[in-house]
């Protein structure tokens, strides 16, 4: 299904996305317990600014106050605004501590995309100065934003390690090169709506593999093993030579060049929106950015709604959407 879906009576504009503050007076009038699923990637803290505006995030003065105000935020504003069934959904990245900025340059900007989701844009990008840590660390920022999360009462089912096949190279000569961001998946409740997820079982003994009650000390090269443990295998496969889905996302960064940086790609909220949201259902991006939920989310026959701080790409968004 394509095209946008009927927007929700309650939403307060004709478009199925608002400019302004994801926790601004906006959030008011989306009522409690309406939204299915939230999916979404805020800006990453001090990589760089895409409005001159103190409200955005990522522009915060530590990399702490950034992780409360994310915090805050989805506890204090958009838990009551899911249904007690729904799902939150969150991609972020880590900063390294003292890399001096990315420069004034297209080049030396490119330098300082590693956790960033699409193509180079103008966004501004900033030095990265957290007093009192070593110069170079990872801040482990991911960690502690899930750790925080689940301080103030979210349950962490999952993190997806999403893997970039075509990463962008690194000038770094005495590290290696990420090639992976996290995808943190939180619920409210203990239970909650999921369809489940399934992958090719790619392993050729694990489809032809036939539990019989005995252990079977050889088998394609498979060394003696408790047939308790082949029974759950096969039980956890099934009959379709399937088996659930693994949590490492092989899944290549979005290249968008018309003029927003922050870019994730459609297959990578595919699949979350397929497991936690019912058709017809509604899923909300508080940091809209080009319109990829809204997308992904009308494409299955759901209702995709959202919040951006920047109205210069507005004329993006309804390109990309057909509006």
Known sequence: MTGILQIPEWWASTKPYINGDWVGPMTQTIPDRSLDMIITSPPYWSLRNYVDDSREMGSEETFMTYIHRLVTGFT????????????????IGDTYNGSGGAGSTKEGRERHTQFGKGEYSGAQSNPTRAKGYPNKTMLGIPFRFATAMIDSGWILRNTIIWKKPSCKPSS?????????????????NPHYYFKQQKEPAKSKWWIERKYNGKAVKEYGGAKAEDPSGIKRRMIEKGSDGTRNMRTVWEINPASFKGGHYAVYPEELISVPIDACCKPGGIVFDPFLGRGTTIKVANSQGKIGLGFDLCGDYNTLIDEYLGL
């Not at 000569?173 to 998946?185: A, G, W």
């Open 172 to 188: 770094a000569k005495d590290r290696f090169t990420v090639d992976f961001e996290y995808l943190f998946f939180f619920t409210k």
């Open 76 to 91: 204090g504003i958009y838990r009551q605004k899911l249904k007690d069934g729904g799902a939150l959904w969150v991609n």
